[in-house]
């Protein structure tokens, strides 16, 4: 199953809004060979520790979060991305609240 795009101009930050006490996710595309995801985290909101058979690209569109990947703990700020390995565990905590671009790798 494929979305295709629309050719548009998009601005990531106001496509999804921080919740209290949620993580909101709005899906941008999706396709066999991998998606695109926006999120946003509300303060202290958190995604509980798993592994994803593919790679993974989050970029921090707003906020701070604390993201742990294979017992390695670094804090990516607005502005900043981090490739998440495929099939290494890792969780992600908002610092305050978050927004994020998340871009799966599937081939």
């Given at each position: 199953?494929?979305?295709?795009?629309?050719?548009?101009?998009?601005?990531?930050?106001?496509m999804v809004a921080c919740?209290?006490?949620?993580?909101?996710?709005?899906?941008?595309?999706?396709?066999?060979?991998?998606?695109?995801?926006?999120?946003?985290?509300?303060?202290?909101?958190?995604?509980?520790?798993?592994?994803?058979?593919?790679?993974?690209?989050?970029?921090?569109?707003?906020?701070?979060?604390?993201?742990s990947i294979s017992g390695?703990?670094?804090?990516?700020?607005?502005?900043?991305?981090?490739?998440?390995?495929?099939?290494?565990?890792?969780?992600l905590k908002a610092n305050?609240?978050?927004?994020?671009?998340?871009?799966?790798?599937?081939?």
């Amino acid at each position: 199953m494929s979305t295709a795009p629309v050719a548009q101009v998009l601005n990531f930050v106001e496509m999804v809004a921080c919740q209290e006490g949620s993580i909101v996710s709005r899906q941008i595309t999706k396709a066999e060979t991998g998606n695109v995801t926006l999120f946003a985290f509300d303060a202290g909101q958190a995604l509980s520790e798993h592994t994803a058979p593919f790679d993974a690209l989050a970029h921090v569109l707003e906020g701070s979060a604390e993201v742990s990947i294979s017992g390695q703990l670094f804090t990516v700020e607005s502005g900043q991305a981090i490739v998440m390995p495929a099939d290494q565990p890792h969780a992600l905590k908002a610092n305050q609240p978050f927004k994020m671009l998340l871009t799966m790798i599937r081939a």
